[in-house]
């Protein structure tokens, strides 16, 4: 029992033994080997954790550049949007070349072996000289010109908060004249003789200046305030000239006030642009009543252009006016002349268009006056013009500005048939929407030139006298 006691503890002490002796060797012999691998381990952990950083950093970089892709995506459309626009106007800088090509070529053919060279060349000039047919620049800046456009009106102010709907088709019977500014925005692709105006079909639901004519602004001023204002801005002019517009029916503020605008800004007029506005109720339907309201606003009107010459220091003034403003204006004038004739010297030229006034009256009672005054007046008259036959009709006489059944020849007045120029459809707003008209106010008013020397009319001679007639337009 004890020698197996013995037997047994030999063995398992042999046995620990070579136990320890085989992990010792296992170890000595492995242990290099475990030193690689946990070296290794540590490498790849290391690697790993470099590549990680690695990565990540190159998420940085593409995140990073992801931005820079997005600012240059910005701004690459940015640059399509402004070669979009670039292209608009290069094309709409093409169309008027070639309108004003055609345009040149169509005067220059009216040459012929006896006229004078210098003459001819001045109406071809106008296309190189007016605002309206120059090439548009894209800058940045804002697209349109801001004008200062001042009125005089006895129309009643009834909606001081709604800028543009401030004066109504009511008489102001208590202050009889009001007088102010307004800035009147033209854009630069405006079109020469267009009121360029927002459209529904064309989703246009507000006025944009770099797109319509609008009215930026309007300043009431008392008259003292009105009058220094016309001298400060002409102080430094040259002509110190100013014109002054009275319209017709069917017209309201607004209308009047972009219509002056635009016929300053078409004809760059080098003054002080002014219209008188009276109480035209602005509708086809309300002409009766805009016939009583030019007659009992006549004395403001003289009124006003006496101030006018009086106390605003101009020293040229140009008197015009359309259609049923033309009654205002005839009579006002030959009143205002009769009462104070030093004052003549104040006006250069007086241009009636579409005179809606019976013709014999004019003719007789009318005319001579103006005529022995001694400004010269000119008469644009058509044939064509519809708003004048239906006055016709309703007068049951021929108007002073209907050219159908006998041109106006009259003493002191040179008198132009307009018929074969075309102007809106019903061929009642010629002087401001055609071109060729515009031309010859141009040169009428800007050079002072009488109708023998402007091109594009021709003489005709009738047992009365002499009148002009525009030369027919090629289609």
């Known amino acids: 029992m004890s020698k197996t006691r013995e037997f047994l503890t030999i063995g398992v002490s042999s046995l620990i033994i070579a136990l320890v002796l085989s992990t010792l060797n296992y170890y000595l012999t492995f242990k290099p080997e475990l030193e690689s691998a946990r070296n290794s381990d540590k490498l790849i952990k290391l690697t790993v954790s470099d590549e990680s950083k690695t990565y990540q950093n190159q998420i940085s970089d593409i995140l990073s550049q992801n931005r820079d892709l997005h600012t240059s995506l910005k701004e690459m459309e940015s640059e399509l949007e402004s070669t979009r626009m670039q292209s608009s106007e290069i094309l709409y800088g093409i169309e008027n070349k070639i309108d004003e090509a055609t345009a040149k070529g169509y005067y220059l053919s009216l040459l012929d072996e006896n006229s004078d060279m210098s003459k001819s060349v001045r109406m071809v000039d106008y296309f190189d000289d007016i605002k309206g047919w120059r090439e548009h620049i894209v800058d940045g800046k804002k697209r349109y010109t801001l004008i200062d456009v001042y009125y005089a009106t006895d129309r009643k102010a009834d909606k001081p908060s709604i800028m543009k709907d401030r004066f109504i088709g009511k008489r102001d019977k208590a202050k009889l004249t009001q007088y102010g500014i307004t800035q009147v925005s033209i854009p630069d692709v405006h079109e020469i003789g267009n009121i360029e105006t927002r459209k529904l079909w064309k989703f246009e639901f507000s006025e944009d200046p770099e797109k319509h004519i609008t009215i930026a602004d309007i300043q009431e001023l008392n008259s003292t305030d009105y009058f220094q204002k016309i001298k400060n801005s002409i102080k430094d002019s040259e002509g110190k000239n100013a014109f002054i517009f009275i319209h017709g029916f069917n017209v ?8 002056t ?5 078409d004809l760059e ?6 219209f008188y506005s009276w109480p035209s109720q602005g509708k086809f339907s309300r002409y009766t009543e805009d016939e009583a309201n030019i007659k009992w606003s006549q004395p403001h009107i003289e009124s006003f252009i006496e101030d006018f010459a009086l106390n605003s220091g101009v020293d040229n003034i140009y008197l015009l006016a359309h259609s049923m403003g033309s009654r205002g204006l005839t009579r006002a004038y030959v009143n205002l002349l009769k009462k104070n004739p030093a004052l003549k010297s104040k006006f250069k030229e007086i241009i009636l268009d579409a005179p809606d ?11 001579p ?4 005054i001694g400004t010269p007046v000119t008469l644009y008259s058509s044939s064509e013009d519809i708003a004048l036959k239906a006055s016709h009709a309703i007068h049951g006489h021929t108007r002073a500005g209907d050219s159908g059944e006998g041109q106006l020849i009259l003493t002191g007045f040179e008198s132009i048939d307009s018929t074969n120029v075309k102007s809106d459809f019903i061929g009642h707003s010629s002087y401001a929407d055609n071109i060729a008209i515009l031309s010859d106010m141009y040169y009428l008013i800007n050079r002072g030139l009488r109708a023998v020397e402007r091109r594009g009319l021709n003489k005709h001679q009738k047992p009365a006298g002499v009148y002009w007639k525009f030369k027919r337009l090629p289609d």
């Not at 605008?261 to 800004?265: L, N």
Request: overall charge negative; cysteine-free.
């Open 252 to 259: 309201s503020f607004e209308d009047a006030a972009k219509r």
């Open 269 to 274: 007029f080098k003054g002080v642009p002014v």
């Open 369 to 372: 006056k103006m005529a022995d």
């Open 261 to 265: 605008g635009q016929i300053a800004y």
């Open 357 to 367: 006034i019976d013709a014999d009256v004019f003719k007789d009672q009318i005319a």
